[in-house]
């Protein structure tokens, strides 16, 4: 079984439609990061979390917010979806420190 | 601030020939430095990353780069491409002080040519 899995895999929604894309890890790490992957662009931090009380904004947060429900549970949220939020989202984990990071396989996104 | 620059989007390769992917950071405190790669639909995953110590580093499937604090560089090479190379490769920084996040380029899709 994959360490870290995101859910739903792929997702079509409509602009103003609330969306929560979920992520679990198996790993017991006490950090979790969402990325947002648009092509030419790398991936940027949206928000991570250091463990169940430690929730920071990363450098693109405007738009989301998220969820610590337990360790091994990170779930981000769009409020109110808007077409340029189409794209690939990624969770990552990490063991402490800025380690390596172990990614989930990611959704895809398509607002409409 | 820390920030990466990957020079060439895009880079082609005929298969048994020298793979050199670029990557240049910047970094108000020392670095540690990553190479990812991205398989097609498929998540990132490690190739190496350099922290301390030596400044040669060897990673998975042939892979070395070589941190050169003089030039503000991390290029990652091979010396002979193979057909399952190809994939997008993403060089990252981050700070090894305090909470600084990782700071990924924008990406260099490897083409390899029969």
């Known amino acids: 079984d994959a360490d870290v899995t995101q859910t739903p895999r792929n997702r079509i929604t409509k602009t103003g439609k609330r969306i929560m894309l979920e992520c679990s890890q198996t790993?017991?790490?006490?950090?979790m990061y969402w990325y947002r992957q648009d092509p030419g662009l790398g991936l940027r931090l949206i928000y991570y979390?250091?463990?169940?009380?430690?929730?920071n904004k990363g450098e693109i947060s405007d738009g989301y917010s998220v969820s610590r429900q337990a360790q091994a549970k990170f779930s981000l949220s769009l409020e109110s979806a808007i077409p340029n939020q189409t794209a690939l989202y990624f969770c990552?984990?990490?063991?402490?420190?800025?380690?390596?990071?172990?990614f989930g396989p990611g959704t895809r996104l398509l607002v409409l | 601030a820390q920030s990466v620059t990957q020079l060439g989007s895009h880079v082609s390769v005929s298969e048994g020939a020298l793979v050199l992917l670029r990557c240049n950071y910047s970094?108000?405190?020392?670095?540690?430095l990553f190479w990812y790669v991205q398989y097609p639909n498929q998540g990132l995953q490690l190739l190496l990353k350099?922290?301390?110590?030596?400044?040669l580093v060897k990673g998975i499937n042939g892979f070395e780069a070589e941190f050169k604090k003089s030039e503000t560089s991390f290029h990652l090479t091979k010396p002979s491409a193979h057909m399952s190379d190809a994939a997008e490769y993403f060089c990252?920084?981050?700070?090894?002080?305090?909470?600084?996040?990782?700071?990924f380029g924008s990406g260099t899709r490897l083409q390899v040519q029969p």
């Open positions: 990552a984990t990490s063991p402490g420190g800025w380690e390596t990071q172990y």
């Open positions: 970094s108000s405190v020392p670095p540690y």
């Open positions: 979390s250091f463990d169940v009380k430690d929730i």
């Open positions: 790993k017991g790490h006490d950090r």
């Open positions: 350099y922290t301390t110590g030596a400044t």
């Open positions: 990252a920084v981050s700070g090894n002080t305090g909470r600084r996040a990782l700071t």
